[in-house]
């Protein structure tokens, strides 16, 4: 991985480990939102292929709706371009209203139209379709969503999950080129959650549309989606399929972002690096270090890449300042002699106490990212 | 009989060798059912004075004989009667919805130039009584008016007229169609704007997704303030008086003004099954399915760039508020600065005396309508029933009886049966109560409704009565709903037009009756004092609906 130059960069080539099989549905080039001097959105440009779920993951704020309200076309971006099928719906001087876009959204909300039902809801965007065919359809994906024993009821009477799967059902109805969903699950309670998001994952891939959704539950994009994008203020830090974006993170933002990162300072010796709490061969550490010969660097490490024990030889790295237990798990905070903190995962079985010394080794069977210290 | 009342049978029973203990117990038993009634009785009392005076126009209407009544109710004049009441309320309620709608959307969902300020403006025309407004158009446009007199040196003889239907559509509009942009507003400020965001995505364009997604959806607020409208239309007498237009109101008063009782009375009866029909139309509207589904939530569906119409949309504002506000402002002050000739020879100089009447007659009205209005409000507020509320809504009858009805069905009483009560202010006063009492119990209600029961559950705990803990831990905190449930009735029996005509005492007159005295005799200069008074309290009555509402708005 060749990812020490992209570091400081804030837009990405295509990951060459992204699948590009499918036509190229939806394009962002340069796009940029300025609302007066504050810009939402700045240079984002990405692609979109056919069929695929492509999720925008970002802390809250950083510009992930307005990305999807630029591309349903409720909002005009002041720069760059969006295209869909190569033509270009905003911006080079056109602007395509939403309800000439072929754009469906499912919003946060689910915004049911409180004065229909649920199959005339579904019903609303085919309205022009004749009237057989429209009652099909209709048929189709209240039987998609399974709902078909609740097609005469209001949205009032329908529980949280049945009104998103009413409101996906909705805009999947005119068959659009892309459908948007914006945090499609922050409105349901965190039971229902996760068992909704394998179930709208079932039915956009039943319904083989192109989708890109928008949320700040990283646990919800990278078990959603084909590939993930990371977004903050308003940028592109990287893009690509979740596991590659999780084991290699690009940047220390999206590192910190994603699981629950700490990083330890070490310095580069020849092609090692010495760290507080040990050192690291080549094999330990991703990609060359050699270029950074005796400079300080970051190492990232997770809580199940660090194991905590009790002091070797009278000799503590740090103490225990926090302690989370999760049932079957324990995670530990400890603070480094050499300053900074990070976690530690352990079994429920193996306990330290509150200020307890402990020594820490790294335990990854993998290589762990780093970062040059700027 | 109820729970406790049973066991307390149980022991006397028992207790039957010690019957003093037993009927003791059975005095006290009687005594907190009395106590316990004592709110729904009273309550249901109140309630039936406050529908009497539809009694006494049955009453009188019956005097008439059948023969008689049946061919005066079938005759020519009456049919062009209703028919001119129906154009009027008609014509007024459309006008009213095609002024206030568009003004409701443009202060909310546009790019408005001035928009805060339209917003205040729009609402404005409600502070000026409708009656003001007709007798200031009349002086403008009416033959030898301010604007012939302008025009004559141009050669211009005469002007269309002013007087009839298109006079008295145009002004009930220009002084009404604010209910309707105030209940469309809150119902446009209240919906979710999502939903029509929604509609967009799913391939319906700006005038496709208003018509189906947000008229639905406002539907119920327009109907409201159209029925205030036409309600309001249909009880009003001044404007028709003025414009000369035959309606109910109006001949209800020529036949009472030439001892037509009878025939007066049995219009005002046809005039109340007219108001019913209203109420029963605007009930069905709301009832229907739309009604029922309103989403709400905060989010503003994006503003409406108006973009080559927003100035066009600013002249529609400015043609509103010029002709509504410009118009009878820049009348009142002319007649101030240049007074008319009759000001010295009429012998109708403004006194004193005449504000000190209005404000002592609505004074006692507003105390009166506050002391029967709070059993009302309390029962309807902590009552699970219909049945509870039903005095509470009985009372509402007020609102729908136009003043014109309950000033005659009171002259009724005190020509008929209390002789010594006929041409004093009792019965005028009584009129205010019955007309302005729910303003009083409405107010009241609300903020009744926000004093949590525990409070008197912990009172009542503590060792209170029922009227101990009311005096000491509700009084204290609906004071402000029922101060200014007071002051509204204040505000609003002080501009009151038809039931002060008919029952003011003799040598009581009042600013309103002034107004109407001078009016008539065309000293219209002499009005311009009284009546800036009468827009300055109706500002301040508006002042206070609006605090009102801000207050219930964050509930």
Redesign the interface.
Known sequence: MAHNKTLSESTTDEEPATPEDGETVLELDGVTKAFGEEAAVEDLSLSVTEGELLTLLGPSGCGKTTTLRLI????QPTGGTVSIRGEAVAGDGAFR?????D???V???F?????LDVAENVA??ID?WPADERERRVDELLELVGLEAHRDK???QLSGGQQQRVALA??L??EPEVLLLDEPFSNLDVRLRVEMREEVRRILKEAGVTAISVTHDQEEALSISDRVAIINDGELEQIGKPEVVFENPESKFVASFLGRASFISGRVRGDIVETPLGTLSTDQINGPVSAYDGAQIDVLVRPDDLEATGPTDGLADGRVVHRQYNGPSFVYRVELESGGVVRCLHNHVETFEHGQEVSVKIVADHPLAWYPVE | MDGTAETTDDSTSRDSPGTIRGSLANIRQLVTRIRRSLLPVSATLIALLLLSPVFWIVREATTVGRERAISMVFSAGTFDIIVNSFLLTAGVTLCSILIGVPLAILTVQTNLPFRRFWTVVAALPLVIPSYIGAFAFVSAFGPRGVLQDILSPLGVEQLPEIYGLVGSVLVLTLYTYPYVYLTTRASLLSFDGTVVEAARTLNHSRWKAFRRVTLPQIKPGIAAGSLLVALYTLSDFGTPQIMRYDVFTRMIYIWYDNFFLGRAALMSLLLLVMTVGILVWESRISASREGAHVSSGSRRPGRIQLGSWKWPAVGFCLLIAGLALAVPIAILVMWLERPSPGYAEGGFEFQFAYVMNSVSVSFAAAILAVIVGLPLAYLAARSDSRLGSLPERASYVGYAMPGVVVGLALIFVGLRFAGVLYGTVFLLVFAYVVRFVPQAVGTMESSILQVDPKHVEAARSMGDGSFRSFRRVVLPQIAPGVISGGALVFLTTMKELPATLLLKPLGGETIVTYIWQVQEAAYYGQAAVPALILVGVSALSMLIILRQDAYDGTQ
């Open positions: 349903a076309g409720l909002t209203p939403p309800e000439k876009r754009v469906g959204l919003f946060q909300n915004a049911l139209f409180p004065h609303f965007g022009d209001m949205p009032a909705r805009s109805a005119p």
